[in-house]
Protein backbone atom coordinates (compact mmCIF):
# COMPACT_ATOMS: atom_id res chain seq x y z
CA UNK A 1 0.00 0.00 0.00
CA UNK A 2 3.08 2.30 0.13
CA UNK A 3 5.49 2.13 -2.42
CA UNK A 4 8.91 3.66 -2.37
CA UNK A 5 11.35 5.03 -5.12
CA UNK A 6 14.48 6.04 -4.40
CA UNK A 7 17.12 7.18 -7.21
CA UNK A 8 20.55 9.08 -7.51
CA UNK A 9 23.07 6.39 -6.92
CA UNK A 10 25.89 6.01 -9.22
CA UNK A 11 29.80 5.42 -9.28
CA UNK A 12 31.50 8.47 -8.20
CA UNK A 13 35.48 8.94 -7.35
CA UNK A 14 36.40 9.71 -3.72
CA UNK A 15 35.91 13.19 -2.68
CA UNK A 16 32.59 13.23 -4.78
CA UNK A 17 28.97 14.15 -4.54
CA UNK A 18 25.79 12.31 -4.69
CA UNK A 19 22.17 13.41 -4.22
CA UNK A 20 19.85 10.18 -3.02
CA UNK A 21 15.89 11.02 -3.84
CA UNK A 22 12.62 8.80 -2.32
CA UNK A 23 9.06 9.41 -3.26
CA UNK A 24 6.66 7.73 -1.14
CA UNK A 25 3.49 7.23 -2.35
CA UNK A 26 -0.01 5.16 -1.86
CA UNK A 27 -2.50 5.13 0.58
CA UNK A 28 -0.38 7.64 2.89
CA UNK A 29 -2.23 9.49 6.22
CA UNK A 30 0.90 10.74 7.48
CA UNK A 31 4.56 10.32 8.14
CA UNK A 32 6.25 9.78 11.37
CA UNK A 33 9.76 9.60 10.28
CA UNK A 34 11.82 9.84 7.20
CA UNK A 35 15.19 8.15 6.60
CA UNK A 36 18.18 6.46 4.91
CA UNK A 37 20.06 2.79 5.37
CA UNK A 38 23.23 1.36 4.03
CA UNK A 39 24.32 -2.43 3.67
CA UNK A 40 27.81 -3.45 2.54
CA UNK A 41 28.71 -6.97 1.16
CA UNK A 42 28.92 -9.01 4.01
CA UNK A 43 27.69 -6.26 6.04
CA UNK A 44 24.88 -5.61 8.15
CA UNK A 45 22.26 -2.82 7.44
CA UNK A 46 22.51 0.39 9.59
CA UNK A 47 21.49 3.83 10.39
CA UNK A 48 22.96 6.45 7.91
CA UNK A 49 20.38 9.60 8.86
CA UNK A 50 16.56 9.60 9.83
CA UNK A 51 14.28 12.39 10.05
CA UNK A 52 11.99 11.83 13.02
CA UNK A 53 9.11 14.43 12.54
CA UNK A 54 9.33 17.08 15.18
CA UNK A 55 12.70 16.02 16.49
CA UNK A 56 16.30 16.52 15.71
CA UNK A 57 17.95 14.48 12.88
CA UNK A 58 20.02 11.29 13.41
CA UNK A 59 22.83 10.48 11.73
CA UNK A 60 25.38 7.67 11.93
CA UNK A 61 29.02 9.19 13.12
CA UNK A 62 30.83 8.29 9.80
CA UNK A 63 28.01 10.46 8.07
CA UNK A 64 28.30 13.54 10.92
CA UNK A 65 29.37 16.41 8.93
CA UNK A 66 29.31 14.81 4.92
CA UNK A 67 25.68 14.34 4.58
CA UNK A 68 22.74 16.19 5.35
CA UNK A 69 18.95 14.36 5.24
CA UNK A 70 16.26 16.59 4.16
CA UNK A 71 12.81 16.00 3.21
CA UNK A 72 9.99 17.94 1.46
CA UNK A 73 6.57 16.84 3.40
CA UNK A 74 4.05 17.70 0.32
CA UNK A 75 6.11 16.06 -1.96
CA UNK A 76 6.52 12.84 0.26
CA UNK A 77 9.99 13.01 -0.28
CA UNK A 78 13.59 12.45 1.58
CA UNK A 79 17.20 13.30 0.23
CA UNK A 80 20.39 12.37 0.57
CA UNK A 81 22.89 14.65 -0.02
CA UNK A 82 26.41 13.06 0.45
CA UNK A 83 29.76 15.04 0.30
CA UNK A 84 33.57 14.29 0.58
CA UNK A 85 32.36 10.74 -0.08
CA UNK A 86 34.92 8.09 0.85
CA UNK A 87 35.26 4.28 -0.44
CA UNK A 88 33.73 2.54 3.02
CA UNK A 89 30.69 4.35 1.92
CA UNK A 90 30.10 2.25 -1.33
CA UNK A 91 27.09 0.50 -0.57
CA UNK A 92 23.46 -0.06 -1.50
CA UNK A 93 21.32 2.92 -0.10
CA UNK A 94 18.10 1.87 1.18
CA UNK A 95 15.10 4.75 2.49
CA UNK A 96 12.41 3.68 4.96
CA UNK A 97 9.31 5.70 5.80
CA UNK A 98 7.19 4.64 9.06
CA UNK A 99 3.48 6.18 9.71
CA UNK A 100 0.21 6.05 9.34
CA UNK A 101 -2.38 4.81 6.32
CA UNK A 102 -5.58 6.46 6.01
CA UNK A 103 -7.90 4.54 8.22
CA UNK A 104 -5.34 4.23 10.70
CA UNK A 105 -3.02 1.18 10.36
CA UNK A 106 0.81 2.13 10.79
CA UNK A 107 3.43 1.49 8.14
CA UNK A 108 6.79 0.53 7.81
CA UNK A 109 8.26 0.66 4.43
CA UNK A 110 11.51 -0.07 2.49
CA UNK A 111 12.27 1.19 -0.86
CA UNK A 112 14.07 -1.39 -2.96
CA UNK A 113 17.58 0.45 -2.65
CA UNK A 114 20.01 2.28 -4.71
CA UNK A 115 23.58 1.28 -5.27
CA UNK A 116 26.33 3.92 -4.25
CA UNK A 117 30.02 3.24 -5.59
CA UNK A 118 32.73 5.19 -4.51
CA UNK A 119 36.09 4.65 -6.38
CA UNK A 120 39.59 5.31 -4.75
Known amino acids: QVQLVESGGGLVQAGGSLRLSCAAS????????MGWYRQAPGKQRELVAI???????IYTDSAKGRFTISRDNAKRMVYLQMNSLKPEDTAEYFC??????????????WGQGTLVTVSS
Open 26 to 33: GNIFSIDS
Open 51 to 57: MPSGRPN
Open 96 to 109: KVAGRLSGGPSFDS
